[in-house]
């Protein structure tokens, strides 16, 4: 069945089985009716204003004017009916849900009015198929965004790993100990990436799937095959080459291009180098570190021993300054194989010419003598 499909049933079936007797607004007496904000904040304005859910869920009503005026939608000059359409008069209409996460599903779909093509796209995330799926606690735009407060969402550009971090702690905390953590929340690196450049903005989706594990090394490779932006800070861009190259990423490429979705037992970047915690392979804590290299090795090969990891070049081709033995090795038998190859075409070339010039001596000579 289709996921859209598949939503939506899901949300309408959490949205009847809420249906229940609505609780009272604790609010000192009607507000003037206007068309304006200013009318809804005479009520809204004043902090202690709550609405009591059945469930027993006391549900703060209050919103700081000056909070809205500086958000996004404050400073649009957005009024409150453009994403409370039904509410625009007093008493209220009655609520048709029991909870609050169940009237923040009802509501955040307002957000489609303005924004569609976000909002399409959030429809084949993996937060929205967590919701299909029966969990209402997953991600919707309000709970990323924010709903009188919103602000832009990359200003600071920390704020995305912050964002993320409201429902991925632990993974959150990984981050921030890793190269890419430190260096953005340390240093305001704008350079390095954060959550939704891997896993993208509004249609993450699952990095549990096979298909994603076969991209992740393109993913990598973003940053990591870009020559200018590697240069400032002295990283070789010859990451995701000498990876394809090899054996492990000549397979991975293969059934990422032609089996996208059957699994393969070869490493990918992050096997090595480590998910959301990745260091430095400069840094005694990096899995990849000198000392780390072998156990890390074992995961996929438990009988290797210490000479297995010591042939790694660690991404970089040979030179004469960085391994030069396997260099010098490498280049003898550049030259070598071709000057064999091109040897044993001249001669099989001139044996050719001898013999057609042999059997054309011998024909004319028949013809001579008979």
């Given at each position: ?8 049933i ?9 249906l ?64 409370h ?61 924010g ?51 891997c ?7 699952d ?24 240069s ?78 010591a ?44 013999r ?15």
């Amino acid at each position: 069945m289709d996921r859209r499909r598949v939503f939506w049933i899901a949300l309408a079936t959490a949205l009847l089985l809420g249906l229940m007797a609505t609780g009272s607004v604790l609010a000192e007496g009607p507000p003037r009716q206007a068309g304006d904000n200013g009318a809804c904040l005479t009520c809204h304005g004043r902090p202690g204003l709550v609405y009591e859910f059945p469930s027993g869920e006391v549900w703060a009503l209050y919103v700081d004017e000056e909070v809205f005026r500086s958000s996004v939608h404050g400073q649009q000059g957005l009024a409150c009916t453009a994403c409370h359409p039904t509410v625009g008069s007093y008493p209220h209409p009655p609520l048709t849900v029991n909870s609050l996460r169940l009237y923040q599903l009802e509501q955040y779909q307002t957000c489609v009015r303005c924004h569609e093509d976000e909002y399409q796209r959030s429809l084949d995330s993996i937060h929205a198929q967590e919701i299909a799926a029966g969990n209402w606690n997953a991600a919707i735009c309000t709970d990323c965004h924010g709903s009188h407060d919103i602000t832009p969402p990359d200003q600071p550009r920390t704020r995305i790993p912050r964002t993320c971090s409201q429902c991925h702690a632990a993974i959150y905390d990984e981050y921030r100990g890793s190269v890419h953590g430190r260096a953005l929340t340390d240093e305001s690196n704008p350079d390095v990436p954060t959550c939704i450049d891997c896993h993208g903005v509004h249609n993450q989706e699952d990095p549990r799937t096979t298909r994603f594990r076969l991209n992740s090394p393109r993913l990598c490779a973003t940053c990591h095959a870009d020559k200018a932006l590697m240069s400032k800070y002295n990283i070789s861009t010859n990451v995701f080459a000498t990876y394809v190259a090899d054996f492990h990423g000549t397979t991975v490429t293969l059934f990422e291009r032609e089996s996208p979705d059957l699994p393969t037992n070869k490493p990918v970047c992050y096997d090595c180098h480590g998910v959301h915690n990745m260091k430095s392979p400069d840094d005694p804590e990096s899995m990849v570190y000198r000392e780390n290299l072998l156990r890390t090795c074992q995961k996929c090969h438990p009988d290797a021993t210490e000479n297995f990891p010591a042939s790694w070049l660690s991404h970089y081709e040979p030179d004469i300054e960085r391994y030069p033995i396997v260099y010098f090795v490498d280049l003898f038998y550049k030259i070598l194989i071709p000057s064999v190859l091109g040897f044993m075409g001249v001669y099989v070339a001139v044996d050719g010419c001898s013999r057609l010039m042999r059997r054309a001596r011998g024909r004319k000579k028949r013809r001579e003598t008979g």
